[in-house]
């Protein structure tokens, strides 16, 4: 497959190799067998239902990526001098189209959404050691923030002299007001002692627990109490949720190309919208292209693979092949997985972790109380057995009960949830699969104390 066939299937580019108009489904809609075909390279043997974690990336969009790879391994002078940009920029045209961008300049590639936290973390880092930003002010981020963003904001904000405030949002979450409640009141404890609140940090899916975040909301309740930047960190989000960053008003969003827009990894895209906020952002590898912006600096950081910021187009030619596009699987994929949530819970006794329109493409389902998962480490060694012994992956999540919690017909709280996922490749068995491990283990009498002993 040559790069230069991924503006096929209808829509041609500029000489700058920005796409003309959006891309549009071809007429063929894929079979169920050309989708297992594009997926065949996963293990058969494994019922795959955490596509939330690492992603897919279809045979079509891997051959791409090789060809990439050929094309700088045979001459990488004439690919760095002549093809390298070009290539990109006609990566970022796609996204800038796929999340409503005003200008494709607002639009770098990083390697992943870690990265793209760091970039604006960095920021806010330089803001406070310069004294733009006095010591005490807070950034505000929620506590269900990724692990690793919560570190970056420690490492980057705290150690420059920032309050970190963490919103504790409620799960399991039964509506869009509790968040709301909750995130007002971080905000208000943020601007107290007449501190001002520099930067919120706001998920647009959690990773686990899994919720949809209003970020539009949030975004525009921080507007009205005078919070600086917004940064939505949303590494689930594209081909999950619909995004329009205009929309939302965030100054800064990312989100990973690699998890549910099947790139390879790793990729990711950071929007920085033009404002004052955006000014003066910098890559954390500097290169020569240092001072030249921010997409070109993110576009050479020496010498390394780009394959996977390349292929956007050859992804959008296999998106395409789909009824409705990307905005086709994403509907599919939601319903599908809600489905599927309904199926395990009511096989269980147990409930979804949220609403259904607090879900995307992935769902929280709770697990039978008889499990006896007390602990993060009893969750990951049941995982762990899922994978061993029955052959499922599937992350589980820890809650500790409220008091008073019990399973509607007065077993044991749940205390753990299973965060299922619904990408093209998965079939209804996956799920039946973890529903019988799991009746199984609860038939044996199965308790995570029995885990602990071995």
């Known amino acids: 497959m040559d790069p230069d066939d991924c503006c096929k299937n209808g829509d041609s580019a500029d ?71 070009p290539g990109l920029l006609r990566s970022r045209s796609f996204v800038k189209e796929l999340i409503n961008a005003a200008d494709v300049d607002e639009v770098s590639l990083v390697d992943n959404a870690t990265t793209a936290a ?15 930003f006095c010591r005490g002010d807070a950034v505000v981020m929620l506590h269900y923030a990724y692990g690793a963003v919560k570190k970056s904001i420690h490492a ?23 968040i709301v409640r909750e995130f007002r009141k971080a905000l208000e404890l943020g601007k107290a002692n007449g501190r001002r609140v520099r930067l919120a940090v706001i998920d647009h899916v959690t990773s ?20 600086d930047q917004v940064f939505v960190d949303a590494a689930h ?54 001072g030249n912006g921010l997409p070109l600096e993110s576009g050479w950081i020496g010498t390394r693979d780009y394959s996977s910021q390349l292929v ?34 009511e096989a269980w006794g147990t409930h979804l972790g949220s609403p259904p329109d607090m879900c995307c493409s992935m769902a929280m389902v709770g697990l039978p109380g008889s499990l006896g998962i007390s602990s993060e480490k009893d969750a990951l060694e049941l995982r762990s057995l899922l994978r061993d012994e029955f052959r499922v992956e599937v992350p589980i999540y820890y809650q500790r009960p409220k008091d008073g919690e019990v399973v509607e017909d007065g077993n044991s709280a749940v205390t753990g949830y299973v965060r299922i ?7 209804k068995d996956d799920y039946l699969r973890l529903r019988d491990a799991v009746h199984k283990l609860v038939h044996d009498g199965f308790n995570c104390t029995m885990l602990q002993s071995k």
């Open 312 to 345: 956007v187009p050859s992804v959008m030619n296999f998106v395409n092949r789909f009824e409705g596009g990307i905005e086709g699987i994403r509907r599919r994929n939601h319903e599908k997985v809600v489905e599927m949530g309904n199926i395990l819970a």
């Open 237 to 290: 989000a594209i081909g999950n949720v619909e995004i329009d960053v205009q929309d939302i008003g965030a100054d800064f969003y990312t989100s990973n190309l690699h998890k549910w827009f099947f790139s390879p990894p790793s990729v990711a895209f950071l929007y920085t919208k033009k404002c004052s906020a955006s000014s003066g952002l910098h890559h954390p590898v500097v290169s020569h292209e240092y």
């Open 208 to 227: 686990m627990p899994s919720v949809v975040i209003p970020v539009k909301v949030l975004t525009s309740i921080c507007r009205e109490e005078g919070v």
């Open 421 to 427: 996922s619904h990408q093209v490749y998965n079939v």
């Open 118 to 132: 760091a970039i604006v973390l960095q920021h806010v880092s330089w803001a406070f050691a310069e004294g733009i």
């Open 15 to 85: 000489a700058n190799g920005q796409p003309a108009k959006r891309q549009r489904p071809t007429p063929t809609t894929i079979t169920a067998a050309e989708i297992a075909e594009e997926f065949s390279h996963h293990d058969p043997s494994v019922a795959r239902i955490n596509n939330g974690s690492f992603g897919s990336c279809p045979k079509s969009v891997l051959a791409a990526q090789l060809e990439w790879q050929h094309r700088f391994l045979r001459q990488p002078d004439d690919f760095y001098f002549n093809q390298l940009q």
């Open 156 to 178: 980057y904000v705290a150690r420059a002299g920032g309050h970190v405030i963490e919103v504790h949002l409620p799960f399991p979450v039964s509506s869009v007001q509790e």
